[in-house]
DNA sequence: CATGAATGAGGGTTCATTCAT
DNA sequence: CATGAATGAACCCTCATTCAT
């Protein structure tokens, strides 16, 4: 929903500000981000802000539809529909892994969506946002279940919730102060999160699904 | 840390306040609380708020902590020790989801916690918040691991992570309003989320993890 | 509707920011008062014109209807019910001249309400305004045709529509810049408009009235 | 006060750019008329509009005498002056109400030229508006009086500044909302304003001019 | 200790005008 | 000449906090 004043500026511009108002929103929250202080930081007059958007709702919904769908492509455009499920779950931890370390911003937006007083940006946002990954997970766990490398026992749909909600648990952990202080806490972590414990951390939650999910060995 | 004010005040005044606190965190998130209308719904006036507390922050760090420690009590004070660990997780699911079912604000404000701009928050109450649950999760797998009716494959850490991850998930998806956008698409439930369908979610959702964790049946 | 908190500031503060307001309204117009150059004149903090009104559009309500009830009060506080017809005409004339001598702010205000994209005041506060000395009027021109000093042929609505019209364009040419250099290029008047020009525009405006309503002289 | 530029350009675009100018200004007054919106009404672009004028302030200024010029040959223009003062005001007002039924915007913006922070436009507008109409009713009248056909006791001046006065109320009364609601309460009318409580109130006025104006018939 | 008036920095948004293309 | 993106000064209003009573 930018306006069209925004479609034409030079692209060069147009990623810049984006993100900057994405830095901004993860950094300051909704609510405290200064459009003010994102003129300044994206080089524009405060007036051009609102000869791109209507508004900071309408800009922060457009960053945060804009960011999703920048991770999606991360994800599923580097993906091989024909793995397994468990190497497609792997997948989807290592590229999601990787592109929250590239844009760090991103998960703090998500979350940002579910804070209260957020409501009118979850009504716009949520279905959108988790549709697509439902689908794909359910797809992908009935024909596991099919090749019978997914337990047979398990409701797909659920199922498809729970890895879904560890994923994101996974990449919260990653990010936000609070989720990586709780990670630290049940995984002893001391000290400072590392790209060694991140990689085994990732590793090890991957290993955990895969465990929980394969049907146990027939004799 | 409220001032010893707020201490000497009727009890029945003290504990509208902190509900009237809780909700209007939870309805409006700590940026868009409004300490005037915090007054005027618990009935005192702006000046005695700063006599109970040095400051907004203050006071919200007070209502979360307190919050977490009704939650607290509400879950385990009422759970029997001698439960094995699959009767103590339905416990925790059933009497987390009745807490919540009484005491709406609360998932709403542990998750702003999580929001950023938080982090001062963050680092204040989420090491005290969640060493509790986790201490108690990795004694009790340990202990059914021991007694044979945990699957000793398991790694203790990472399991206790998961299990309250998908606690945190499964009240996210009854309060936040976001993530119950994201039950209802993964669920594939149409229209409100009602009692029933609550009911129902823990128990596919307990029944889920008692499958993940319990050994397969030896011949 | 100014809030309780403006009802229980001092006496004089409140008087004296009343008159600060009306003062601005008319000389800048409803849109082009600031809201911080009243607070700075009438020597309060821009935060508290909010603690006395719910907003800008509030507060002009509130200074037009309070000057239209103290105009009131000037004009027909001071009247004996009875004069006949033509002596409460000349009264209300003199003493409305002296009135926005007094405050000459008053008219401008007057005039603000008829102006153009001030519909929503118009609808708030004309029925209120007018009302009064339409009753007035009728109630007086009937005595008059009854005891025979008015023409029995006119129309009472229409009668009391015209004098006070007259009575508007009256007070609108002294005070508005516009209706002035009108009066003058009616008048014939050079130069600045005096007191003895107005008195004296006032007599001609009365005995003119006078001289239409009283019916012709019978032989 | 148009650069040459707006000279040039078709005529057509120039109609509908004076039209939709009058009709915005008439909508919001001079302050809320914006000029983006102006553009985008008119369908030019907002950097023409100031290729055509200089400034706001000289579009209004423009806009005005043009639209003050159109009225005066609305009604002068097909006035027959051999007819007598009567039929002449009988016409004023009727051309008058005609003209703004076809061109309701531009009482509203005569009366925005007498609202507060108007000055400017007061002095340039006010004493070439005013003079046109002055000195044909003086004449008139005078030529009535020497026809005997109007009161011979009456100041010729003041008449005229009265009956011009009636006038302004009168079309002040079909369109202003506020002048409009003042209608209503003096003349008792529910409801909206048809064109038959138009008619019927032209009529009216008119007459009660001519009763008030005619001299007393003479045995 | 309670009250609530006072404060003023700050934030979102608007809009007349400019100017490079 | 036309265009429309850019500008930035204003402006209305909010709200955490203070303090005199």
Redesign the interface.
Known sequence: MPKETFKNIPEAKRQKFLNEAALL?????Y??ADMGELARRAGVSKGSIYNYFESKEDLFLYVCSFNLELSRQAIYGTMDPDWDIYRQIEHIFESGARFIGDHPEFM??Y?????????Q???A???ET??FT?DHLKRELAKGIAAGVV?A???I??????V???Y??FL?SLM????Q???S????IEGAITPETTREFLQ??VD?IH??LRP?AV?
Chains 1, 2, 3, 4 share one sequence.
């Open positions: 929103f993860a950094g300051k929250g609510a405290g703090v937006i979350l940002s969506m579910s804070a209260p007083g957020m409501e940006f979850s009504r946002l949520a279905r988790e549709k439902s337990r026992d398990l409701d749909k659920l199922t498809a919730f729970i879904n909600g560890l994101i648990l919260s936000s102060a609070y989720f202080i709780r990670m806490e049940y995984m002893e090890k939650t955990h465990k929980l146990p004799k």
